[in-house]
């Protein structure tokens, strides 16, 4: 096994090495090979896949230099145990839409893997994951027994670390789960993410329990997720906005799936929508990533800051609002600075009532906060 020895003698425990951290490389490594990690005057560290062309050069999979080889049985082990500990939580009470394994939350830096029903999806976004995507698959099917398996892959992510997944991706892969009653077609193969958020199931039955007798307006709505929550609770009326037209045919689908006829979607801005203030008495905002790498951050907090702003602008006195943030590179302190400043320019007085985030099937690894990427905060509006 060939290494890669980093800058100085301290040996880090996040499970992420970036590029400049390497001082040197043996010869003869290559893209995705598994590496022994090693301080500057030789101590190992750990084993790694390695990507000389990532930011992030080596993902750190176990601290054993001497482990058996990361293999099927290898990668069985590790998605048996995050399988195992998902068993634990119950979440079958309740779904069969769920996170298996959440990156490094599970110990597999860069491999994500959802199970909706029958199907798994599993999606890379490391170089070593791509060559080990025989046994990754073989791994999944095993541990999980599912009849079908779809991988997936961000361009952004093939264009960064090398490779192309398209030849291994279905074309169309569709299925139906359950999430507290409520059923959803869900695109495994071309919907946002694996195909649904999986993330907001806890949000959901949130809003669900919140909206009796609520006028509801449910902004970035994708598939519906919240919009059809609320009409399960008995909303008075809710009205989904989303630009993807696609997701907007995907969660008219939903209502009528689920006999929900009272839901309407439109397709509109949300910055529009929000402008011309439709009656609402709950609003959920939770917009998509808004910055990928700190370069954009000061846009994204503009951006966060005026969404949030019009907002509370349109809730009457008394209103919900439930805003969301799942900008990694934010956490719950700058998403409350963003509302205390939207506040302010909206004059309006705002009171935290909770704060949530990602459910206990994607969890974090203490040395890595970067994989809590989730904050939300319902907030009462005066």
């Known amino acids: 096994m060939r290494s890669v020895y980093l800058r100085g003698n301290d040996a880090p425990r996040h499970p992420r090495i970036f590029k400049k951290r390497i001082r040197r490389a043996d010869g003869g490594i290559r893209p995705g090979d598994v590496v022994a990690v090693r301080t500057a005057d030789g101590a190992f560290v750990g084993r790694a896949f390695y990507s000389h062309r990532s930011v992030i050069a080596a993902r750190i999979l176990d601290r054993d230099e001497y482990g058996p080889p990361v293999d099927t049985e290898w990668f069985a082990a590790r998605i048996g145990a995050a399988a195992a500990l998902r068993e634990a939580l119950r979440l079958t ?161 939903n209502a009528l799936l689920n006999g929900l006829e009272g839901v309407e979607f439109e397709h509109a801005d949300a910055f529009d929508v929000l402008r011309r203030a439709p009656p609402a008495d709950l609003i959920v905002l939770d917009p998509p990533k808004l910055a990928s790498h700190r370069r954009e951050l000061d846009r994204a907090r503009r951006k966060s800051v005026d969404l949030n702003t019009l907002a509370l602008a349109a809730l009457p006195k008394g209103g919900l609002l439930l805003t969301f943030s799942c900008t990694g590179l934010w956490g719950e302190a700058e998403l409350v600075g963003h509302v205390r400043e939207a506040a302010r320019r909206s004059r309006r007085f705002v009171r935290i009532l909770r704060v949530t985030g990602q459910p206990p099937d994607h969890p974090v690894d203490v040395e890595c906060p970067e994989s809590r990427y989730l904050t939300g905060l319902l907030l009462f509006v005066t």
Request: net charge negative; aromatic share 6%; hydrophobic share 45%.
């Open 93 to 253: 009470d309740v779904t069969d839409a769920y996170r298996v394994v959440h990156a490094e939350g599970d110990g597999l830096g860069g491999l994500i893997v959802d199970r909706y029903g029958d199907v798994s999806v599993v999606e890379v976004r490391a170089r070593g994951l791509f060559e080990h995507l025989d046994e990754i698959e073989e791994a999944v099917r095993r541990v999980l027994g599912v009849e079908r398996i779809v991988v997936r892959a961000d361009a952004r992510v093939e264009e960064i670390e090398g490779f192309v997944a398209a030849d291994r991706c279905a074309s169309d892969v569709r299925t139906i789960v359950t999430e507290h009653g409520l059923r959803f077609h869900v695109d495994c193969s071309q919907g946002h993410k694996t195909g649904f958020f999986v993330d907001q199931r806890e949000a959901r039955h949130l809003v669900s329990r919140l909206a009796e007798g609520r006028r509801v307006l449910d902004l970035f709505c994708y598939s519906g997720g919240f919009a059809l929550a609320a009409a399960r609770g008995g909303a008075s009326a809710v009205l989904g906005v989303d630009l993807d037209e696609a997701a907007l045919a995907l969660a008219s689908e």
